[in-house]
């Protein structure tokens, strides 16, 4: 019987998986299709992703360094607001590649994971959890472990066979590409998508990014052609993806814990999860010894205090997307300028450094 089954290996099941082993669990993680494939998310992550992978990796992950955004109310060509810092605020990197990097390091601290493996049941039991697996190729495994780690993303199906609350929303996000090369330091935000937004993300050599995501029914791809439109740019690889906001009041059962974007470990303001996923991941890692099932609580309490009061704020910062635009335009025009906040961190907010910015 395993310690551990992971299911799925995007950045939190990965990350859970490597550091379970490093603790020296028996851990198998299940990836349905191929590690990071296919590609639904933009990748644009705080510098702070530099701590999760190895130094090797960074140089090839590295797509473009970000200090700061231009937050429009209208679409291009709109005035922009300028919130910046002298440093690198984020960094855009190549997300397919990073699962894979990740990925690797859990298969170097001795975890099992396996690519074209679909876990289709999971069956809860007192002392163990079972697990049905179909194989790409044909055939079926059956699996025991003492717990499971639902890693398996928004729309989660450990979640649902364990029956754990769905999330409080889920949004629509597109994105696709213009392969034209561009290194400049700004994404653009335009607040014209219904409780979120649109954007432009500059990837260097990987050209440009641009993306829009909204409440489900609120057609998300004609408001993305409206989009690519205004900036005058035909686009290529379109991605589609779901955004998990607002986390249920508990993910974990018994044996089963939920970790990512299954738990809805997201920036309600960004719908940013890789950054949350692998915090909860470490936390689970930390937490959980799965020979006794009430760690899952210290689990439960523990990306709680790491991650709640974030997500609390971040909800309120997204509240603002719905505001009259003469407000927005004025908040916009009072806050913006040199910032002192941590994109991950909405309680930076308040922090001193950034009051003395403010006030400055
Ligand atoms: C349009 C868009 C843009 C985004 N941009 C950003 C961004 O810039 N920065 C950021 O931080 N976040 C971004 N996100 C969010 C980010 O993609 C997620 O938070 C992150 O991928 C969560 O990782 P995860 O592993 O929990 O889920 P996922 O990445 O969805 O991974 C789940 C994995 O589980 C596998 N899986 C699913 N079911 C099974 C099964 N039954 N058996 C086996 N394997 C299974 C899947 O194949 C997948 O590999 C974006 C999301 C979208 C939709």
Known sequence: MYDFVVVGAGPPGSRFARRAAENGYDVVAFEKGEIGEPLACSGHVSTDVWEYVPDEARSELFQNRVFGARFHVGGPGSKPYRFYKREPVSNVIDRVGLDRALAECARDAGADVREGHTVT??????????VEVSVAGGGTETVEAR??????GPTSRVRRAVGIDE??????????????PDDRDYVDVHLTAPRFFAWRIPRGDAGVEY?????????VSARFDRLTDAYGVDTERF??????????????????????????????????????????????????????????????????????TEIRLGKLIRACYSLPEPIQHLGLRALSGEIGVHMDRPSSFLSREHLRRLLS
């Open 121 to 130: 049941g999971i069956e809860e039991r007192a002392d163990r959890v079972v």
């Open 147 to 152: 717990m499971v780690a639902g890693c398996d």
């Open 167 to 180: 999330p409080e929303e889920l949004l629509h996000g597109v994105l696709a590409f213009d392969p034209e």
């Open 211 to 219: 993306g829009l995501a909204a409440p489900p029914g609120e057609d």
């Open 239 to 308: 991605c589609s993806g779901a955004i998990p906001i607002g986390p249920p009041e508990s993910v974990t059962t018994d044996r089963v814990l939920l970790i990512g974007d299954a738990a809805a470990q997201t920036k309600p303001f960004t719908g940013g999860g890789i950054l949350y996923g692998m915090t909860a991941a470490d936390v689970a890692a930390e937490t959980i010894d799965p020979t006794d099932p009430g760690t899952l609580a210290d689990y439960e309490a523990g990306w709680r205090d790491e991650l709640a």
